[in-house]
């Protein structure tokens, strides 16, 4: 719990062309989602408890 940043792998799908990255910084996330079939994109940023999201389609 004491550690600066934690930077999983990020997880990806071939046949459903998906991708999703998720990133977490001393307490802070960020959390990408792709999908290449429905040509849509969600950021999702969490900071201090507050929280933006950001979605393309």
């Known amino acids: ?3 600066e940043g934690s930077f999983p792998p990020a997880g990806g799908s071939l ?4 991708v999703v990255m998720q ?3 001393d307490g ?3 959390v990408i989602r792709w999908s290449f079939d429905g ?3 969600v950021i999702q940023w969490s900071f201090n408890g507050h929280s933006m ?5």
Request: aromatic share 14%; charged share 5%; glycine share 10%.
């Open 39 to 41: 040509h849509s994109m």
């Open 23 to 25: 990133w977490s910084f």
């Open 53 to 57: 999201v950001i979605q393309w389609s």
């Open 15 to 18: 046949n459903g062309h998906a």
């Open 1 to 3: 719990m004491g550690r």
């Open 28 to 30: 802070h996330a960020m």
